[in-house]
């Protein structure tokens, strides 16, 4: 069997979500850059991203949420990820944040009570996240 060294990726979007275009786009741009990359899909609940992490292993998990859902499933996937040894690093990008300022900052800090450190929310540069995450995966900055 040969083995690469590439980071694997699996990223799909959470809940009962069916937003699916973003979903195809950051798989074809994330091959692109030569990771190795699970696509789950739409409407993909905790316990499956769960047991993709177990089969697949994973050094990130890319959630999606377009519809606004994430504030009821982000506590149920922390729940479900937490007997994992080793955890994959957790990103969130989508339709994330209220426009609201106060809100906005209320919301980023509960998502980090929950794990997630980098949020994307729509508005964000494709780029930047990208330099996060080879920064991420490939140095360990978190
Ligand atoms: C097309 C669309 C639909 C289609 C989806 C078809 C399909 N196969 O995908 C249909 C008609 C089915 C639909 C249904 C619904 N929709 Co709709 N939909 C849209 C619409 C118009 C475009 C979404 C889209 O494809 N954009 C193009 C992609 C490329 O952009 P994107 O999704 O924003 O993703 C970008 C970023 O967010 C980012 N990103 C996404 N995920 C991640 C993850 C990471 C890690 C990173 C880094 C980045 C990232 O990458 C993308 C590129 O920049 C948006 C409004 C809009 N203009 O955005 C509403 C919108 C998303 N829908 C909305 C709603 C409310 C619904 C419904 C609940 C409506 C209803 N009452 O039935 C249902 C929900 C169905 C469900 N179960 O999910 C709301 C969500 C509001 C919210 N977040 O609270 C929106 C914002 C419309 C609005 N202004 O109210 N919808």
Same mark, same amino acid.
């Given at each position: 069997?040969?083995?690469n060294?590439?980071?694997?990726?699996?990223?799909?979007?959470?809940?009962?979500?069916?937003?699916?275009?973003?979903?195809?786009?950051?798989?074809?741009?994330?091959?692109?850059?030569?990771?190795?990359?699970?696509?789950?899909?739409?409407?993909i609940?905790?316990?499956?991203?769960?047991?993709?992490?177990?089969?697949?292993?994973?050094?990130?998990?890319?959630? #999606?949420?377009l /519809?606004? @859902?994430? $504030?009821?499933?982000?506590? &149920? *996937?922390?729940?479900?990820?937490?007997?994992?040894?080793?955890?994959?690093?957790?990103?969130?990008?989508?339709?994330?944040? #209220?426009?609201? /300022?106060? @809100?906005? $900052?209320?919301?980023?800090? &509960? *998502?980090?009570?929950?794990?997630?450190?980098?949020?994307?929310?729509?508005?964000?540069?494709?780029?930047?996240?990208?330099?996060?995450?080879?920064?991420?995966?490939?140095?360990?900055?978190?």
């Amino acid at each position: 069997m040969l083995l690469n060294n590439r980071k694997k990726i699996i990223m799909g979007v959470i809940g009962h979500d069916i937003h699916s275009v973003s979903n195809i786009l950051i798989e074809q741009a994330l091959k692109k850059e030569d990771f190795d990359v699970l696509n789950l899909g739409v409407d993909i609940q905790p316990d499956y991203f769960r047991d993709s992490i177990i089969e697949f292993g994973a050094d990130a998990l890319l959630i #999606s949420s377009l /519809n606004g @859902e994430w $504030k009821y499933w982000i506590p &149920k *996937l922390t729940h479900c990820l937490k007997p994992l040894k080793t955890k994959p690093i957790l990103y969130l990008g989508g339709n994330i944040l #209220s426009l609201n /300022n106060k @809100e906005s $900052k209320k919301e980023l800090s &509960k *998502l980090k009570t929950f794990g997630i450190e980098r949020v994307f929310d729509k508005e964000q540069n494709f780029n930047n996240f990208l330099s996060y995450l080879n920064k991420d995966l490939h140095h360990n900055v978190l």
